[in-house]
């Protein structure tokens, strides 16, 4: 024993190493077939899907965005439609007032002026048909008087012909 | 905790205590072993006495156990391949996120230690850290084998055995020459052959730090007296430290080794010298 302890230090015996090398390189392999490789592709596959998921959440995001972008600027520009829309109304009707207003006035006016026309008319032809009843009843009146013997009796019937148009 | 729970507790103690002392009074003189410790640790060592039959070939115990271990990490493989890997979800369960952690381990340690050649390595370093842990863990198991004198021996972890440790520490240094030569050609021989101590070293520190564990597990059970309670402590919980930490070792530094050999050369620009400036400090210090 002392013999061969001095001739293979440790006892290592080559033929052992190369067996053992043997053994595990024949696990290496079937661990990267049957494990590693299938385990690590599998892990691949679930970071790409992640990662397209991520990627396509950006993009309808960064869609949402443009589209949201484009509506907001549709929304300003339909904003300032209605606001020139409103002031485009809001004059038409400041003017439409104005126009009305003047019409009312000038209708108004002319019926004024009609009204005190017609009443001047009237007034005329009352008073023109006034003087001449008045007229009328006097020379009845003096008529009378003048035929009647007394003059009481003058001044009833004058009196009586002069109420007579007041109560019709 | 009440007077209660004190007393049971107390109590449980002393039957306990009480079982152990009757243990080792009843027990004494039923194992007395025909070698001394010297023989014991001797064969552990140079395992001239414990000659295991391969085939008609007379080969170390460890040898044996590298075998088994491969066998049970090849059927476990096989068992995972077929009936679990199809059944993978992206929302992992228990046993398949036990599964991407460790191909993610060696994957990223791979990744980490050398950025630029990291494909293989990943495969090379799962391989390697999947044997020494399931190898280290296997002598836990105390599967025994008939030497060719036709005694019985318990088999070791594979790394215990010289063979074995020399056969893994070169295999990582050729694994890292591989690494040299394909990335850098001649440079990354020389980088390799620069760490011409590699080989060695890793063979010796692993086989060094599983022996010393294999050795301190033999003395603890030579002696019948330390043979209860402590060999839990010793046996279990130690080669399962041991088991994890030279797995990380040996995966650290041959990812370590192989990043550096690996990396591409870069041709740094010479440092033009100014030759006035060179005159005037030479003057100055003539001066």
Redesign the interface.
């Known amino acids: 024993m002392p013999l061969q302890l001095a001739a293979v230090p440790l006892n290592i015996d080559w033929q052992q190493v190369l067996l053992h090398v043997l053994n595990f390189v024949i696990l290496f392999a079937g661990l990267w077939l049957l494990l590693y490789k299938p385990v690590r592709s599998f892990m691949q596959k679930r970071r790409e899907h992640y990662e397209k998921m991520d990627a396509d959440a950006n993009a309808k995001n960064a869609a949402a965005e443009e589209k949201k972008a484009a509506y907001e600027q549709k929304l300003a520009a339909a904003d300032a439609e209605a606001e020139d829309k409103r002031r485009a109304a809001e004059r038409a009707a400041a003017d439409y007032e104005a126009e009305k207003r003047a019409e009312a006035d000038a209708f108004a006016k002319q019926v004024v002026s009609d009204a005190r026309r017609d009443a001047a008319q009237i007034k005329a032809q009352a008073v023109s048909e006034a003087r001449g009843e008045i007229a009328d009843i006097v020379s009845e009146a003096v008529g009378k008087v003048v035929l009647e013997d007394s003059t009481s009796e003058a001044y009833d019937q004058f009196l009586d012909a002069a109420s007579a148009p007041a109560e019709k | 905790m009440t007077k209660k729970q004190t007393c049971i507790f107390l109590i449980v103690i002393a039957v306990v205590v009480a079982a152990l002392l009757a243990g080792i009074v009843l027990t004494d003189g039923l194992y007395e072993s025909e070698t001394t410790i010297q023989e014991t640790m001797q064969d552990a060592?140079?395992?001239?006495g414990d000659k295991i039959s391969l085939f008609g070939?007379p080969?170390?115990p460890g040898?044996i156990s590298?075998?088994s271990?491969?066998a049970i990490?090849?059927v476990f493989?096989?068992i995972?391949?077929i009936f679990v890997?199809p059944r993978?979800r992206?929302v992992p369960g228990k046993f398949q996120l036990l599964?991407?952690q460790a191909?993610?381990m060696f994957?990223g340690l791979a990744k980490g230690n050398s950025p630029h050649r990291n494909g293989f390595l990943?495969?090379?370093v799962?391989?390697?850290g999947?044997?020494i842990f399931v190898g280290t863990l296997f002598e836990l198991v105390g599967a025994p084998v008939m030497t060719m004198a036709g005694a019985s021996v318990i088999l070791p972890a594979?790394l215990a055995?010289?063979?074995?440790a020399?056969?893994?520490g070169?295999?990582s240094y050729l694994v890292i020459l591989s690494g040299g030569i394909v990335s850098n050609k001649l440079r990354g021989v020389g980088r390799t052959l620069k760490e011409f101590s590699l080989p060695i070293s890793m063979s010796f520190r692993l086989f060094g730090a599983l022996l010393s564990g294999a050795l301190v597990t033999e003395l603890v059970y030579y002696y019948l007296a330390l043979s209860f309670v402590l060999p839990v402590i010793v046996g279990v919980l130690f080669t399962l430290l041991h088991a994890l930490i030279q797995t990380y070792v040996l995966t650290m530094l041959t990812t370590l080794f192989y990043g550096e050999v690996s990396e591409p050369y870069v041709k740094r620009p010479k440092a033009k010298k100014d030759k006035r400036q060179n005159k005037t400090s030479h003057s100055e210090a003539t001066v």
């Open positions: 060592v140079l395992h001239e070939l080969v170390n040898l590298a075998f271990v491969t990490l090849l493989a096989a995972v391949r890997i993978f992206f599964l991407e191909v993610g994957d990943g495969a090379y799962f391989a390697a999947a044997y594979p055995d010289i063979n074995g020399i056969a893994l070169c295999l």
